[in-house]
């Protein structure tokens, strides 16, 4: 309610001269029932609230499709305190509860007598009162309904029996240990109080004076129809079954006229009557402590007023007026009532009182939502509710449903505008499996089992959000932390000014909910330590940060390492990166074509893996290659092969030279990679090499073919992959830089996913000079890292090429500009 305070006392406050009125339309009749005001104890009020509120909670937590009401006076009688109307399980029939709510102080003292149960006016614990209500207004009433379409009628208290009493009196408790009773049953108070439920034993002094009222409740019923005969000058019918047993009594008694078949003068003007039987009514002036006395009689009644106070009235008159007819004995007691009584009355005993039902209607609300702590639930749902209280209004399970719906998304909101959601966020980046999660679960036991003095722990790590990620997943895989609410997880952007933290005091201070926060560090910022240790100060709760590597923390602290990789998302996860497309050199392409089948983790490190799950815009791994050429204006070229250096090579050498071939040979060595080992002086290879250099330019001397040449697809797609090294030579001006642009366009349009880097050993010079590395793990680390083939901030784009030129696939480098830099 937009005007009523969300302090619960407040709002006690407010309704404590609570005035009870029905107004109401029951879901069953078209027809607007009668109005009832009932004035009581804000006690006794805010008891009926609160069951009705368990009533509802307890009805949608067992899925019942129901019709809850409050004070439907027509509808329940005597029990019309809290009405549940609900559907069975099988065939759709209804079933009802009633129950009517009393609530007494000084409950320890208090206890129901048998004075309180034999009392056959209307005392709070009256069983005639309530048998009456039960045979006028629930199986005769309006509805008409059968009693096996009652499931119970319950007299709810937070007092209970004084048994010993009970007792002498012949009264006698069976114990109702209902265990299909999803709804009222209690489990023991933390006051050490027990709750029970009891019905009646149909003992004797139980069944004497529900029978003495069932006489008297037909002689209501008769009363009420003489009366309403009379009232509108309309003759006794003989149908009906109660006054054809009391006809002739009735006609010898002169109380009605044997000729006119209507109330017999003598009985209407007092003729001969006991002073006793005379008509008199006491009229109460409204809002007013005085009385005015007046006679009404069937004579000179002018309203209906004046009618109903007769109706009211003329009972007890007509009990005493026939003390001595027959028609006394004409009027027995129904069996078959008192049993069905008996069998539906329940007394529930013992029970919360209406603070500590607090207590039970928050532990509700924690089932249904998961908490441990629902105060704030609480207090919203307490408001609505007690909207709806006074509005007197029947409430459908469906409206029950939107309106703690309502209440999750109101304090989710308000959770939302403090914490900005920022654990929804979190879950959303990604899936870790089982291992990382179990991992991450060793590694929070010390703090979570630490002495009260170890309460803050350390986190560092390359990736905080996805370590967060990995904490959330082996949080909720503890038992001791189930709940949605046994946890925090905020952003250290939420926990800096004065005011975030006046929040998060406020929320972290809950004595239930809330054991670990976990603080997200995401930036290198100064850790404010003092701030987080008095959120923890006095209490057994615990605080996590977690924070970037690099970032200074206070020694003496529980600190772990956590490192990130490929292995710990899941199968879920791991489709989702690979799946990724990306724009690699000129061309979408998923990341699954760029590696081998079974080497991602060898691949994707963290920083690759943070690039594609939090890259918002596409990646793009561009082409390196700065070179330009019009592709319109290429000619095809077929390229010379190289003479090869067999054993005729140097027979024909030697000859020439005049020297045995070993000799030879033993100066001028080839390696396995094509190179010139020399053992000779300076003179001696001068003379060697010149001779080598004359039979390179003129293959007849060997007695070749001029044309020993290949085409340009013959070098580019070497199927047979012989030669990996491929040296492109000829004279200045012969294009050779513009055959390897039309080379690398070929090759790129062929192999889509190859690595094909374009380098100019010209713009390159000065790195290469740095170049001293002999092994081939730094010599990849060189050319990945200071030859600039990929920007230095695209982490994937230079994970995916160390790998390829680790496992030496799917990369192709050309360089250019040999002859300008030798």
Same mark, same amino acid.
């Given at each position: 309610?937009?005007?009523?305070? %969300? ?6 406050? @407010? ?6 009125? $029905? ?100 005392? %709070? ?59 009222? #049953? ?70 009605? %006229? ?30 007013? $402590? ?38 006394? @004995? ?86 939302? #505008?403090?914490?900005?959601?920022? @654990? ?60 949605? %609410? $046994? ?95 990306? #724009? ?81 040979? #033993? @100066? ?155």
């Amino acid at each position: 309610m937009d005007n009523e305070s %969300d302090d619960a006392e407040d709002l006690c406050g @407010q309704i404590e001269s609570l005035s009870i009125s $029905s107004s109401v339309q029951s879901g069953a009749s078209s027809s607007p029932l009668k109005t009832r005001t009932t004035n009581r104890p804000i006690h006794g009020s805010l008891f009926q609230l609160k069951l009705s509120m368990l009533f509802l909670i307890k009805g949608i937590t067992a899925k019942y499709k129901f019709n809850l009401g409050t004070e439907v006076a027509e509808e329940g009688g005597k029990f019309d305190d809290i009405l549940f109307k609900y559907q069975v399980s099988t065939g759709g029939q209804c079933r009802w509860r009633f129950l009517q709510a009393k609530h007494k102080q000084n409950e320890d003292k208090k206890k129901i007598t048998s004075d309180s149960i034999l009392d056959e006016n209307n005392g %709070d614990f009256s069983i005639s009162k309530y048998f009456r209500s039960y045979c006028q207004d629930i199986i005769n009433g309006s509805e008409g309904r059968r009693p096996e379409e009652i499931d119970d009628v319950v007299i709810c208290t937070n007092i209970n029996f004084n048994e010993a009493n009970l007792n002498v009196y012949g009264i006698e408790l069976v114990p109702h240990n209902n265990l299909t009773d999803k709804i009222l #049953s209690f489990e023991k108070l933390p006051s050490g109080k027990t709750p029970f439920r009891y019905k009646l034993k149909n003992t004797g002094a139980v069944r004497k004076i529900l029978f003495e009222c069932s006489k008297n409740i037909k002689l209501h019923s008769l009363a009420e129809k003489l009366v309403d005969c009379e009232s509108k000058k309309l003759p006794l019918s003989l149908n009906d079954e109660l006054i054809k047993n009391c006809h002739s009594a009735l006609i010898k008694e002169r109380i009605i %006229d044997l000729k006119t078949k209507r109330l017999h003068s003598d009985f209407i003007y007092g003729h001969d009557l006991s002073i006793d039987a005379k008509f008199y009514v006491i009229l109460h002036t409204r809002n007013s $402590s005085r009385r005015k006395t007046g006679k009404i009689t069937f004579s000179n009644w002018t309203t209906a007023s004046d009618k109903g106070k007769l109706i009211s009235c003329y009972p007890d008159l007509m009990k005493k007026s026939i003390a001595s007819w027959k028609i006394n @004995q004409l009027l027995s007691g129904s069996h078959e009532e008192i049993d069905s009584f008996l069998e539906k009355l329940v007394f529930a005993v013992n029970t919360p009182n209406e603070m500590e039902l607090d207590a039970i209607v928050k532990i509700e609300l924690g089932k249904y939502y998961n908490l441990l702590g629902c105060d704030r639930q609480f207090e919203m749902f307490f408001n609505t509710m007690l909207d709806w209280f006074t509005k007197e209004d029947w409430m459908t399970s469906e409206e029950g449903i939107r309106i703690l719906e309502d209440v999750k998304n109101k304090v989710d909101h308000i959770r939302a #505008s403090i914490l900005m959601d920022y @654990q929804n966020q979190i879950d959303q980046i990604a899936e870790c499996n089982d291992a990382a999660t179990q991992e991450m679960s060793q590694k929070l036991q010390p703090l979570l089992t630490s002495s009260n003095d170890m309460k803050i722990n350390y986190i560092t790590t390359d990736w905080p959000d996805f370590t967060a990620l990995k904490v959330i997943a082996a949080i909720k895989s503890l038992p001791d932390f189930k709940c949605s %609410d $046994s946890y925090m997880v905020i952003s250290s952007k939420h926990a800096q000014k004065k005011e975030d933290l006046q929040d998060l005091r406020r929320i972290f201070s809950d004595g239930k909910s809330h054991r670990l926060l976990v603080i997200v560090c995401e930036d290198h910022n100064p850790i404010s330590y003092d701030n987080y240790t008095n959120l923890v100060a006095g209490s057994e709760k615990k605080i996590l940060l977690i924070v970037r590597k690099g970032t200074d923390v206070r020694s003496k602290l529980l600190i772990n390492e956590d490192v990130i990789n490929y292995g710990q998302l899941s199968e879920k996860s791991q489709n989702v990166i690979l799946s990724k497309k990306i #724009s690699f050199q000129g061309r979408d392409t998923p990341v699954r074509d760029l590696i081998q089948p079974g080497k991602a983790e060898n691949v994707l490190n963290c920083s690759s893996i943070k690039m594609l799950f939090a890259g918002k815009n596409k990646i793009v791994i561009p082409s390196f290659n700065t070179a330009r050429f019009e592709r319109s204006f290429y000619v095809k070229r077929r390229m010379a092969l190289p003479l090869e250096f067999d054993q005729k090579f140097w027979d024909n050498l030697a000859e020439e030279m005049k020297c045995p071939k070993t000799l030879l040979m #033993s @100066q001028c060595k080839i390696n396995q990679k094509g190179a010139i080992v020399w053992s000779a002086n300076e003179e001696r290879k001068t003379e060697i090499w010149d001779r080598i250099q004359i039979k390179l330019r003129d293959s007849s001397i060997l007695g070749l073919s001029a044309d020993v040449s290949i085409t340009e697809n013959e070098l580019i797609f070497d199927q047979k992959k012989q030669s990996r090294v491929v040296i492109i030579s000829g004279g200045a001006g012969a294009g050779k830089s513009t055959v390897l642009s039309h080379y690398y366009e070929e090759i790129k349009k062929a192999n889509p996913t190859h690595w094909i880097s374009r380098i100019n050993l010209v713009d390159h010079c000065q790195v290469l000079l740095k170049f001293e590395s002999n092994t081939m793990d730094s010599s990849i680390d060189f050319f990945v890292n200071e030859l600039a083939i990929v920007d230095p901030n695209n982490s994937l784009g230079r994970s995916l090429l160390k790998h390829q030129l680790t496992i030496g696939d799917k990369v192709i480098v050309m360089f250019d500009g040999f002859r300008r830099n030798q």
